[in-house]
């Protein structure tokens, strides 16, 4: 086996991997979820779920992908106990990946061509209602969107073929790096607006009496969802480490590092919303539509404009790059492909299969994708696939393989991942790990499906 490459630096790992967990979701679907569920004692509540679902399944990955020294089909197939099977999940994973990437191109897509519009002053001046349509004429300009999602492609797949140290890491960098200056800056800027003080207020006095059956399993599926767990996204970062540190410790500074991101963004989103009246439970229009009308009523709303969607298109291209170096280095592992073919091959692929999203809001809007879900196009099919299927399927399948004796085994995982200096993985977790947490992932999957296909089941 030839020698793994891995990353220059420590901060490199933990910064790359922490940017594949940050993206859209730690600002987009976080905003708008923490203010339909009563702000702060939704976040309690999802702090809690990324600690007890994020920080086992986390470490799980780390501890795979660097014991294997490979992807996740590798990995599996390397662990496994001779003549199972738990390594087709594991190809079925990297899928997830390229799934992933089939809608997630597109919505990345949308953010540049905000920030683009941002720039030019396309937004300044308009109504809410223009905004409105403005969004919609986005998703309707099928050209347009098509050339936004191939920038995306062109410029994550040019990050990769400079290699995992000159282009992934040290891009990787500089993207997250950009990202936390933003963060502060805004956040800054939020927090001294008049009136901005009832938005941190909901923000972080948490009110439990409210607190409804619905917002509990929202925050347990947004702690789950944000961290990409379940299709091998981290088990490729832990593969390109060495054994001086444990993981438990790197898997909480990962998971530190999202929740933070997200908490930011989210403090930024709903001090600006209280201060100019808005209703902070607007929606998924929230980002696209909502805050752009309030950047327009602020001092300098081009400026800040500029920097919102900056910060929002960072946050969804070092998801990108880092999902894309997962199928890079898939295709190099078990094809012995050089990464320049790699690059090339996946990065048409990509492009050509992410094409359907792009349609579905254009020309092919009428093709119903999901049974029973009225309205369902290409992007809610390859969501359903990724968010409700693969993710928590894949960390069922993970919790078992590394938990018990038919699978990896706990004193493998164990051994690997208390390799090093740091936080060790406690031991006391194994029933945890190998029984209670797998019927809450269980409890994920299901609610998920009932909700997406029979809600009026539900008891909320």
Known sequence: MQQREQMATRLGFLLISAGCAVGLGNIWRFGWVVGEHGGAAFIVIYLVFLAILGFPVMTMEFAMGRAAQRNLAGAMTALEPQGSKWHVYGHIGILGNLILMMFYTTVAGWTLAYLYHSLVGNLIGRSPDELGAFFGGLLANTPQLMLWMFLVVVIGYLVCAMGLRRGVERIGKVMMGGLFVLLI??????????GAGSGLEFYFRPDFAGLSLAAVYAAMAQAFFTLSLGIGSMAIFGSYINKQRALAGESVRVIGI?????LTAGLIIFATAFAFGVDPGSGAGLVFITLPNIFNAMPFGQLWSILFFLLVALAA???????FENLTAYAMDQWGWTRTKAVLVEGIAVFVLSIPVVLGFGPWSHIQTLPGVPGSIFID????????TLLPVGALIFALFCSHRFGWGWKSFMEEANTGEGMRFPEGLRVYCGVILPI??????????IGKFAPDLLPW
């Open 317 to 323: 291209m070092t998801t990108v790059v880092a999902v």
């Open 258 to 262: 999202d929740a933070v991101v997200a």
């Open 440 to 449: 809450i992932i269980f409890v994920v999957l299901v609610v998920g499906m």
């Open 185 to 194: 800056v805004l956040a800054i800027r939020a927090v001294t607006l008049p």
């Open 381 to 388: 099919l390859w969501d359903f696939i990724v968010s409700y």
